[in-house]
């Protein structure tokens, strides 16, 4: 997030490192960067430094979301161990857990300092960028564990997207931003409508193609990637989950069918076209459906609703007409 958290000061952000992890921060930067987390450069006196992650749980206490981001953390760790060498894990508390309260909006993680040249959003992989990411993937799904979240095709927040649609026609409060998000949804409404009569339908086919599911990133792009020497690390461990391989294939594929082949090649299963048209949907469909909440909800304008309302004009302009 470009904004801080406005209740949580860079002095507390330090009592709970030494508090939970021993760790005496004699530097703490904030990092505007990445959307969904607040983060901070950590380093002690010695010049050692580690990346650390809040992430803002629901307004109902979060427990199901710090469950969640539990069973998530324990999953990274989990691969690191087993020998998965690009995944970025979480380093444990001295209590154990890897992720820990504080307070009962947040949940704070400590991570390994990646010495490497960050990607970011929507920067273009080379074609051997995409062949290297493949088989990174590949290896990944190739993995089994117990005690992996599953994530499910159903969208979270389809009930806002259908509430949106149905209340276009009436005056949203909220922010800076309700109004004009409410003018342009309805314009766009009827387009926004037939993508999710699509949705429902590949829902339908994706959930009884039978395929059994892997362990899978979520979201695999270049914004979560880093250079390190002559090979890619992968960060962002929150959304991992058991789920058709393809939800880590869609943004990666491209018309050659190189990827696919190469895929298909080292893991004997070939790509699934309706996956893979779902989940670029789903993904659409999703940042839709957080930008309404966010923009029916009390807000004002900051450099992250600006970001916000980029996307929300990109994504809606961008619907077909089918």
Partial sequence: MHGRPADISDARVAAALLDEWALAAAGLEYLPVGFGGYHWLASDSAGRRWFVTLSELDAAGGEGAFADLVAAMRTA????AAGVGFVVAPLPSEAG????????????????YC??????????????DRLTLITMLAELHGVSMDGVPVRWLELAGREVLDLSL????????????????RDLLD???????????RFDALTAEVAGDG???VITHGEPHPGNLVRAADRFLLVDWDTVG????????????????????????????SVSAAAIEFYRLRWALDDIS?????????????????????????????????
């Fill in 166 to 181: 149905r209340e276009r026609g009436s005056a949203w409060a909220g922010g800076p931003y309700s109004e004009p998000a």
């Fill in 77 to 80: 760790a989990g691969l690191a």
């Fill in 187 to 197: 314009s766009r409404g009827p387009q926004l409508a037939r993508e999710l009569e």
């Fill in 211 to 213: 395929r059994p599911l």
């Fill in 290 to 322: 957080l930008i309404l909440a966010e923009f029916r909800s009390p807000h004002s304008r900051t450099a992250d609703t600006d970001v916000s309302w980029a996307a929300f004009r990109s994504y809606l302009e961008a619907l077909p007409s089918r």
């Fill in 242 to 269: 058991l789920a058709p391989p393809e939800r880590d294939l869609w943004s990666i594929l491209t018309a050659s069918g190189a990827e696919a082949a190469r895929y298909a090649e080292l893991t004997g299963r």
């Fill in 97 to 112: 857990p890897a992720v820990v309260r504080l307070g009962p909006r947040y949940a704070m993680a400590l991570f390994p």
């Fill in 115 to 128: 010495d490497g040249v960050p990607g970011r959003w929507g920067e273009p992989l080379t074609g051997s």
